[in-house]
């Protein structure tokens, strides 16, 4: 019996080590749920099941509460963190979405070929079908007018009011007297037989230089031959706009009002294929690579310079004429 209440004081002991163990065990447990479940806690006293050794329960309850706050640190800078990763990552997304969108509208309203009206800029005069009753400008449109796209049908009766129309016919007279007088082609001699030579092979120029760049090839490029004045901005400004619809036009595969550019096909390759085949009515010596590029160039030149008229007319017939042509 001696030994057996000897040995009350260290199974007590044991005991109270091993309850101490337990609530210790639960304790770490539970610190690990919130850690992986970063939940937050709540500020309140720490609370452990009554251990039989003061010191122990202290220490324990103490180490305890380090730990609890520890984690609670960790779990409120690793939510703070993961919002601020995702505020970083949402704002440029949405910065990027929002300046698209204002950069889209910024960009529709300030294309050239935009027809939308802007009310704070005053546009005087509109375009009218010739220009001085003598050069047909059946291809323009006036500032802020809205046109639906072209269908074939229409685009080869566009090409024959700019080739048929009585304005056309003085057009190339006028062109052909000036290629006349500078005896432009030696083989066509001297007098009336020479200026009707000149005025024949310039009407089958400009009628194939139409029907290549006004019809045939815009039907199969989906492309809008006719011309939109700018009208607004200062003089450079507008001629550089009406040079560059040389190499750019609209597209007709787009809905009406939304301007989209793309590369004028037909004014580059038409402009080419009309000067390939006037080698075919023009004398020999002038079926050359090198003549025939030089009158590519030339009625490109040409067709340059009646944008910048045609740019121009509107002002021009306001201011001068007063709207009277």
Same mark, same amino acid.
């Given at each position: 019996?001696?030994?057996?209440?000897?040995?009350?004081?260290?199974?007590s002991?044991?005991?109270s080590?091993?309850?101490?163990?337990?609530?210790?065990?639960?304790f770490?447990?539970?610190?690990?749920?919130?850690?992986?479940?970063n939940?937050?806690?709540?500020s309140?006293?720490c609370?452990?099941?009554?251990?039989?050794?003061r010191?122990?329960?202290?220490?324990?309850?103490?180490q305890?509460?380090?730990?609890?706050?520890?984690?609670?640190?960790?779990?409120?800078?690793?939510?703070?963190?993961?919002g601020?990763?995702?505020?970083?990552?949402?704002?440029?997304?949405?910065?990027?979405?929002?300046?698209?969108?204002s950069?889209?509208?910024?960009?529709?309203a300030?294309l050239?070929?935009?027809?939308?009206?802007?009310?704070?800029?005053?546009?005087?005069?509109?375009?009218?079908?010739?220009?001085?009753?003598?050069?047909?400008?059946?291809?323009?449109?006036s500032?802020?007018?809205?046109?639906?796209?072209?269908?074939?049908?229409?685009?080869?009766?566009?090409?024959?009011?700019?080739?048929?129309?009585?304005?056309?016919? &003085?057009?190339?007279g006028? =062109?052909? $007297? *000036?290629?006349? #007088?500078? @005896?432009?082609?030696?083989?066509?001699?001297?007098?009336?037989?020479?200026?009707?030579?000149?005025?024949?092979?310039?009407?089958a120029?400009?009628l194939?230089?139409?029907?290549f760049?006004?019809?045939?090839?815009?039907?199969?490029?989906?492309?809008?031959?006719?011309?939109?004045?700018?009208?607004?901005?200062?003089?450079?400004k507008?001629?550089?706009?009406?040079?560059?619809?040389?190499a750019?036009?609209?597209?007709?595969?787009?809905?009406?009002n939304?301007?989209?550019?793309?590369?004028?096909?037909?004014?580059?390759?038409?402009?080419?294929?009309?000067?390939?085949?006037?080698?075919?009515?023009?004398?020999?010596?002038?079926?050359?690579?090198?003549?025939?590029?030089?009158?590519? &160039?030339?009625?490109?030149? =040409?067709? $340059? *310079?009646?944008? #910048?008229? @045609?740019?121009?007319?509107?002002?021009?017939?306001?201011?001068v004429?007063?709207?009277?042509?």
């Open positions: 019996m001696e030994d057996e209440n000897s040995m009350h004081p260290s199974q002991k044991t005991s080590m091993s309850t101490e163990s337990k609530v210790y065990e639960q770490i447990l539970r610190i690990r749920k919130i850690s992986l479940s939940a937050r806690f709540v309140s006293p609370q452990f099941p009554a251990i039989e050794d010191d122990t329960a202290y220490s324990s309850s103490t305890g509460c380090v730990l609890m706050k520890h984690v609670t640190s960790r779990s409120i800078s690793f939510v703070c963190l993961w601020l990763l995702f505020i970083a990552a949402t704002l440029p997304a949405m910065a990027q979405q929002s300046g698209d969108s950069t889209a509208t910024a960009n529709s300030n050239p070929d935009n027809p939308a009206p802007n009310p704070a800029i005053s546009v005087t005069g509109q375009q009218t079908k010739r220009i001085l009753f003598v050069i047909p400008n059946f291809r323009s449109v500032v802020d007018q809205v046109l639906p796209p072209q269908s074939p049908k229409e685009k080869f009766k566009l090409m024959i009011q700019e080739s048929f129309d009585y304005s056309s016919f &003085i057009y190339v006028v =062109l052909a $007297g *000036a290629a006349d #007088i500078q @005896k432009s082609y030696p083989e066509f001699g001297d007098g009336a037989d020479a200026y009707g030579r000149y005025y024949w092979h310039g009407f120029d400009n194939s230089g139409n029907f760049t006004e019809a045939a090839l815009p039907v199969l490029t989906h492309e809008d031959p006719r011309y939109y004045t700018l009208g607004r901005g200062g003089v450079v507008r001629t550089i706009y009406s040079i560059s619809r040389l750019i036009t609209r597209s007709d595969l787009t809905a009406t939304a301007a989209h550019n793309t590369l004028n096909i037909s004014e580059i390759v038409g402009n080419g294929a009309a000067a390939g085949i006037s080698g075919l009515y023009y004398p020999s010596k002038y079926r050359t690579w090198t003549k025939t590029g030089q009158k590519w &160039i030339l009625q490109i030149g =040409l067709d $340059g *310079a009646s944008n #910048i008229v @045609k740019e121009f007319w509107p002002d021009i017939n306001h201011y004429f007063r709207g009277s042509n």
